[in-house]
């Protein structure tokens, strides 16, 4: 990867505009690599087509729940291959992720209209949603329900969110090169990590091969950063143990 897509470009006026979910899938498909593993798991390899037909599907849940520019995602729930679709989906909308930390704390603090948490952490998101201001509803997509008993007015199960979202995929949203990717804990505030720290980041001193992220207990910026660089370069990233 020569650098990233510019919508419009840098200028003396102008930060430029780009979408790093954009040159981690479409620009790969364009350049003919549909076909080829982007995202791989033990139980679960994904083509770069088939993954950007499941992030724009969860994009497009993201619109039809309001998620708009600028908006907090939070995305509590442990590395994996749904999560991954959940960070590139929100990137892909111009949202941004809030990961990292203590489960309440992140979706207090993000005050978002999305969570995406597996079944043992959903008792802190919804005392945390408790405390947040009804209005606009909170939503919850739930990965791994486990014994958690979906509430059918606040939850989603993966899969039929992955279903409703399909109806209307979401398209790319070209951001400002400033605009705030993801945000995760730093001492007693948040870092903000942009889309420009992030692209710029892409590909440096990596070297030739998949990608490996550690199935870790939650995203960092490193991770995102990780998975945007395999992604972008055109290369298998391996969700390990």
């Known amino acids: 990867m020569s650098g990233p897509t510019w919508f419009t470009r840098p200028g003396e006026d102008t930060p430029g505009r780009l979408n790093?979910?954009?040159?981690?899938?479409?620009?790969?498909?364009?350049?003919?690599?549909?076909?080829?593993?982007?995202?791989?798991?033990?139980?679960?390899?994904l083509s770069y087509a088939v993954l950007l037909e499941r992030v724009a599907a969860f994009g497009g849940l993201l619109g039809a729940l309001g998620v708009r520019v600028g908006h907090a995602v939070a995305v509590p729930a442990a590395v994996s291959v749904e999560t991954a679709v959940a960070v590139l989906a929100a990137a892909r909308i111009g949202a941004t992720v809030w990961i990292g930390g203590e489960v309440a704390d992140v979706v207090r603090r993000s005050d978002a209209g999305l969570v995406v948490a597996d079944g043992p952490q959903m008792a802190d998101v919804v005392?945390?949603?408790?405390?947040?201001?009804?209005?606009?509803?909170?939503?919850?997509?739930?990965?791994?329900?486990?014994?958690?008993?979906?509430?059918?007015?606040?939850?989603?199960?993966?899969?039929?969110?992955?279903?409703?979202g399909a109806t209307d995929p979401?398209?790319?949203?070209?951001?400002?090169?400033?605009?705030?990717?993801?945000?995760t804990p730093a001492e007693d505030a948040y870092a903000v990590h942009t889309h420009a720290e992030l692209a710029a980041d892409a590909g440096a001193g990596v070297p030739d091969g998949p990608v490996e992220v550690p199935l870790a207990a939650t995203w960092t910026a490193a991770l995102v950063g990780d998975l945007l660089t395999g992604l972008q370069t055109g290369r298998s990233v391996v969700l390990r143990d």
Do not use: M, N, S
Not at 28 to 45: I, K, Y
Not at 138 to 149: D, I, L, P, Q, T
Not at 170 to 183: E, I, Q, R, Y
């Open 127 to 164: 005392a945390a949603l408790e405390t947040l201001d009804p209005v606009p509803p909170r939503a919850v997509v739930v990965v791994r329900a486990g014994e958690w008993a979906i509430d059918e007015t606040r939850d989603v199960a993966w899969e039929p969110a992955l279903k409703a």
């Open 20 to 45: 790093l979910a954009y040159d981690a899938l479409d620009r790969q498909v364009v350049a003919g690599r549909a076909d080829e593993p982007a995202l791989r798991a033990a139980a679960d390899d």
């Open 170 to 183: 979401a398209t790319v949203v070209p951001v400002d090169a400033g605009a705030p990717l993801v945000t």
